[in-house]
């Protein structure tokens, strides 16, 4: 099908070039033929779909006006509640769980006349970097089948990279968007902590998480933006936006943009190969009008630690509700105790597990302060580090992952290894700015990201350097 891209989807259907039905056949027959191998998919909504579709097609046939992201499928995380439909966020716990309400990103997708086509596989409760988490199954890299996608968004990330979808919805806690985006070499994007309304989605870490878009551009990935952002009445930490998203008003230049180059983003444990890509990137972006400046974040060493102190915390506290009695597999036993222990022992994995009794840990009397109190005050600085930085600099620039995508199973026992291909995402999260990963370049054959970061609500300067350097891309290839 020529028209790949969102927008194109949409200009196309109103133009009377293709109908609803039609785009959603091909990427329904897309998903059949590939997914078999890949393993993105849990759920496809084939009824549901074509009941959008067709609905799309009548309002087409009786000339009314077309809704922003009329006809668009769209695939959207197993953590996302869809009415009717089962939410297991990856977890044996929640293998019954069917949703009663719509998530607030859903109902806008739906407002929106977005073809929601099915739900995606991830890492267990969001817990991973490989999507290998998951209870179901494991989901592998399009680029490279024998490789990860990344995670914990990994089934989002793979289903628009393989080409079954033209945009998809993630969420990301540490970087679960950004990094499979990278991984997979496709467009991720997490917007500011509090610009899309997390009502609807099962909870990792509370003051972390924020669902963004995949795409294959920057202008894909604003138009869902612009469609699922905004205040929402059912989420306080949602905010009203002074300046929303608008795909068309993207400017495709570097003019007059300074970028910073944190040097704490250039580790040792950084793949040399990696880090050539990204200083060619540097390079091409100075060449072309963008002012480059390197800068010092110094408490960057400092936010994995702090990371995996908050997150766990409030995984801990959030996933306290699966107990087999309010949510969850229910364990039958004349105990108690007893039965709350077979319940959580048998519907969560060991990742899931590991995290709980870590939060658990940090939050128990005589170590919240050594600890979680710590964190905090360390999270703050950071953000702190942030605004310094954007002071002086439009954009940061960075590295999205310290190394291409890894071989199936090569970290999944090594979690500490497996928490370090994180390194350079966690941060945004906890600073609640946002970031944005986009291909530039291939290592061995395998995509590399490129990371963009701006202070908070500043999403728009983002997509513009974004936009940019694919333009840039585009008009060198």
Known sequence: MQYKTA??????????????????????????????????????????????????????????????????????????????????AGSKMLEKYVATYDSTVVDRLKKAGAVIIGRTNMDEFAMGSSTETSFWQKTKNPVDVTKTPGGSSGGSAAAVAAGMVPVSLGSDTGG???????????????????????????????????????????????????????????????????????????????????????????????????????????????????????????????????????????ASSNLGRFDGMRYGTRALSDNLKESYLMARGEGFGNEVKRRIMMGAY????????????????????????????????????????????WGLGDKFDDPIAMYLADIFTVSANIAGIPGISV?????HGLPVGLQFLAGAFKDGKILRVAAAFEQLKVNNS
């Open 362 to 405: 940090v939050l128990s009397a005589g170590y919240y302060d050594a600890y979680y109190k710590k964190a905090l005050q360390i999270r703050q600085m950071i953000a702190n580090d942030f605004k310094r930085v954007f002071e002086e600099v439009d954009v940061i620039i960075s590295p999205t992952s310290p190394c291409v995508a």
């Open 439 to 443: 291909p530039c370049g291939t290592v």
């Open 7 to 88: 927008i194109g989807i949409r200009r196309a259907i109103e133009a009377k070039e293709i109908t609803a039905i039609e785009v959603l056949e091909h990427y329904l027959e897309v998903i059949k033929n590939k997914d078999n191998e890949i393993g993105a998919f849990l759920e496809v909504f084939e009824n549901e779909a074509r009941e959008q579709a067709n609905k799309i097609d009548n309002m087409v046939a009786t000339g009314q006006s077309l809704p922003r992201m009329a006809g668009v499928p769209i695939a959207i995380k197993d953590n996302m509640l869809y009415q009717g439909k089962v939410a297991s």
């Open 176 to 314: 679960s968007i950004r990094q499979p985006a990278a991984l997979c070499g496709v467009v991720g994007m997490k917007p500011s902590y509090g610009r899309v309304s997390r009502y609807g989605l099962i909870a990792l870490g509370s003051s972390l998480d924020q669902i963004g878009p995949f795409a294959t551009t920057p202008q894909d990935a604003a138009l869902v933006l612009e469609v699922i952002e905004g205040l929402d009445v059912h989420d306080a930490t949602s905010v009203e936006l002074t300046e929303t998203t608008a795909s068309e008003l993207i400017e495709e230049n570097f003019n007059g943009m300074k970028f910073g180059v944190p040097k704490e983003y250039f580790v040792d444990e950084m793949d040399s190969e990696v880090k050539k890509v990204i200083e060619e990137a540097i390079n091409q972006i100075k060449e072309n009008g963008g002012t480059i400046k390197e800068v010092s974040l110094p408490l960057t060493e400092y936010a994995l630690s702090a990371y995996y102190i908050i997150q766990p915390a409030e």
